[in-house]
């Protein structure tokens, strides 16, 4: 048996037309939109108990939104109550929860079934799957595991005979009591969140600075009863015009710096910590974060700024690459994710029996941020250059999303399987690398998890605006696909696979 039904309780099919592995934003949406086409057979496999992805499990003191909310939502499932300008994170996995319970997802959910294996199987054009639960057979297979799943934890010497409570960032101790020393390794968007909020409860707070990040003024208030809402059309197409300042020695990117650069001197006024505080790189090289309350954190008299990164921890005892010793009661690793080398993709092999990983070995590659060659009817959501560093990631995903509706419409009528040709890949990887190298990520002076660490390639984001990712790639094209031989096979409709079309609102 591969699963239950969430809704009846009884046994799973094991042979479905689209498996789609993760429930975050993209599996749920996709599985949403995979509905309202009428297509029913699909199963969605989460590892968790529950749908929601990073938003389910990153539970820290002050997670939220660090984009306009109004931006996080779907297109064509909008929140129209979104409490603040920044929505906390627990109102947007309850959001998450609520489309797939309007959208009739339970009967698709498989919660409590992780993939240990999926491999391409050329005699029976299917993917063989097999899970925490069983074999399951898929003519589609889909991965929407997100980059933001997998946390990195460092390799620090004496970590593992730490006598207190060690945990990372995106696996919260929800039982921490207030009153404790606290030590935070990093300074990335979680970090900046969260530190805060700490330092509101905690007796004392040392932050390990390896490198300080630019930081933006934040702006977040809660809406007032019956306040409209931004529209989110104009919002988007606001954001989007961001992108100018991701070009490296353009103006736009110069007027970024001053502002964040006014934002720090406003906030800081002691020029020694600001020095420390300042950035020897481009705004927007990493991530830029947004935050109105992290540098006052910093400048009260429990906190603590240790300007160096840890290099051991002895006993209580973190120690610096300063050689400062710091005494902490618990340990708060805020060090990221898993994000150019992701775990999953060793688990799925293509027509050769080379894995995803094999494949991306010099880093991620694909044509369409979607598809990749050797491995037919497998669609990568959220995948290799498909964030953006300047806008939503939705509006990305919600392209993948039409992209692959097309590309399961293009099976039913004309056969397959769809394996894309070796040249697209290339093609759009020569394109990616062109336009990458005269943006911020490349040229801005510093090392990111956007960029891969064996081959220096920008392999996270789509270096261009929104809108053109959406004009390009929110469609499917058969064109740059190639019919191996002995891959061809007619696929038809499997029965019970349609139903009446829903309408989109």
């Known amino acids: 048996m591969t699963g239950t039904d969430q809704r009846t309780g009884t046994a799973a099919p094991t042979d479905v037309d689209v498996a789609v592995v993760g429930a975050g934003l993209a599996g749920v949406g996709l599985g949403a939109r995979l509905r309202r086409a009428g297509r029913t057979g699909f199963a969605v496999l989460e590892r968790a108990d529950d749908v929601g992805g990073t938003w389910r499990d990153n539970v820290y003191p002050g997670v939220a939104c660090d984009i306009p909310s109004a931006l996080y939502s779907y297109s064509?499932?909008?929140?129209?109550?979104?409490?603040?300008?920044?929505?906390?994170?627990?109102?947007?996995?309850?959001?998450?929860?609520?489309?797939?319970?309007?959208?009739?997802?339970?009967?698709?959910?498989?919660?409590?079934?992780?993939?240990?294996?999926?491999?391409?199987?050329?005699?029976?054009?299917?993917?063989?799957?097999?899970?925490?639960?069983?074999?399951?057979?898929?003519?589609?297979?889909?991965?929407?595991?997100?980059?933001?799943?997998?946390?990195?934890?460092?390799d620090l010497p004496g970590l593992g005979t730490f006598p207190g409570r060690v945990f990372h960032s995106a696996r919260w101790d929800r039982d921490l009591p207030a009153g404790l020393r606290v030590g935070v390794v990093g300074t990335g968007a979680s970090a900046v969140q969260l530190v805060p909020e700490l330092a509101r409860r905690a007796a004392s707070v040392v932050v390990l600075q390896r490198t300080p990040p630019w930081v933006l003024p934040r702006g977040d208030r809660a809406y007032a009863p019956g306040e409209p809402r931004p529209d989110r059309a104009a919002l988007a197409a606001e954001a989007d015009q961001l992108f100018a300042a991701r070009l490296?020695?353009?103006?736009?990117?110069?007027?970024?710096?001053?502002?964040?650069?006014?934002?720090?001197?406003?906030?800081?006024?002691?020029?020694?910590?600001?020095?420390?505080?300042?950035?020897?790189?481009?705004?927007?090289?990493?991530?830029?974060?947004?935050s109105d309350d992290w540098y006052p954190a910093l400048q009260q008299p429990h906190v603590t700024l240790e300007p160096s990164a840890p290099v051991a921890v002895e006993g209580s005892t973190l120690v610096a690459a300063s050689g400062a010793r710091h005494e902490v009661d618990v340990l708060v690793l805020a060090t990221g994710f898993e994000t150019t080398r992701p775990p999953f993709a060793h688990l799925v092999a293509g027509r050769d029996g080379q894995t995803l990983a094999e494949h991306w070995a010099d880093g991620m590659t694909s044509h369409a941020s979607t598809v990749v060659h050797g491995f037919p009817n497998l669609f990568v959501l959220d995948g290799p250059n498909a964030g953006l560093g300047h806008h939503s990631a939705l509006e990305v995903i919600e392209a993948q999303i039409g992209y692959v509706l097309g590309a399961l419409d293009h099976l039913d009528q004309v056969g397959g399987p769809l394996e894309v040709s070796a040249a697209a890949e290339a093609a759009y990887t020569r394109e990616i690398d062109r336009r990458a190298a005269d943006t911020v990520w490349l040229r801005?002076?510093?090392?990111?998890?956007?960029?891969?660490?064996?081959?220096?390639?920008?392999?996270?984001?789509?270096?261009?605006?929104?809108?053109?990712?959406?004009?390009?790639?929110?469609?499917?094209?058969?064109?740059?696909?190639?019919?191996?031989?002995?891959?061809?096979?007619?696929?038809?409709?499997?029965?019970?696979?349609?139903q009446p079309e829903l309408p989109i609102t």
């Open 76 to 154: 064509f499932l909008p929140q129209p109550a979104w409490s603040r300008v920044f929505a906390p994170g627990a109102e947007i996995h309850r959001y998450v929860q609520d489309v797939a319970r309007s959208e009739g997802l339970a009967p698709h959910l498989r919660l409590g079934t992780a993939l240990t294996g999926a491999r391409w199987h050329d005699d029976e054009a299917a993917w063989h799957l097999t899970t925490s639960r069983g074999p399951l057979t898929a003519r589609a297979l889909v991965t929407a595991v997100g980059r933001l799943s997998e946390p990195r934890v460092p």
């Open 248 to 290: 490296a020695g353009s103006a736009a990117e110069a007027e970024l710096r001053e502002r964040a650069e006014t934002h720090l001197r406003a906030q800081v006024p002691d020029p020694a910590l600001r020095a420390v505080l300042t950035p020897d790189y481009a705004v927007g090289c990493k991530r830029a974060l947004f």
């Open 444 to 498: 801005g002076g510093c090392r990111s998890w956007y960029v891969d660490e064996r081959s220096g390639r920008l392999t996270l984001l789509w270096p261009a605006r929104a809108a053109e990712f959406r004009d390009r790639f929110a469609r499917f094209d058969p064109t740059p696909f190639a019919r191996a031989a002995g891959l061809v096979r007619v696929v038809g409709k499997r029965s019970g696979d349609r």
